[in-house]
């Protein structure tokens, strides 16, 4: 295998368990009524849960929305509170004043243009954000995933999941 397609693969991988831990994150968070206060990172055989729920919740709620997803609700792999909405909140504010108040005299007087951009800005980067995960970080379409298992990987005040996926190869003998 060439190293582009290695990588390829790699992507395509993380891009898919993101997808499901979006989903696994909606469906827990409306199971207990605690919307907003899970967070996740995928990698390429999983995903991490981080926040208030047990092992029990996260293993069904993994289950429910791999199968959600198979099912075509490829709106569950979009999620307001992911990380590249925060990203590009950030990015696309800080180069709205950057433009507005760089170089020259008369940067003060500018200021409130500066900060009508930065808000505009911020309010457009969640729209732009959904688009970005829907073509970009996510990948609803997570073919022939599967729930491993899910393990409690620490304690504390809140519990870390780690969440186990495969996906079974194709067969490509009937092609």
Known sequence: MLISEMLMSWVTAV???????????AVA?????IIGQL?????????????PASTQV???????????LKAGESGLAVSPFCGTNFLLAGALT???????LGGGKGRFQRLPQAI????FALIGSFRVGAEVQRRWT?????????????????GGRHAVHRVYTRVEPEDTSLR
């Open 15 to 25: 891009r898919r368990n993101h997808a499901a831990e979006h989903a696994t994150i």
């Open 29 to 33: 968070s409306r199971r207990l009524d």
């Open 39 to 51: 967070g996740g990172r995928a990698v390429p055989n999983g995903f991490y849960v981080y926040g």
């Open 58 to 68: 996260i293993e069904e709620s993994s289950r429910e929305a791999i199968q959600r």
């Open 94 to 100: 800080t180069l709205s004043a950057a433009v507005v």
């Open 116 to 119: 009508g951009l930065g808000v």
């Open 138 to 154: 996510t990948d609803a379409n997570v073919g022939r995933m599967s729930l491993e298992r899910v393990v409690q990987k620490r």
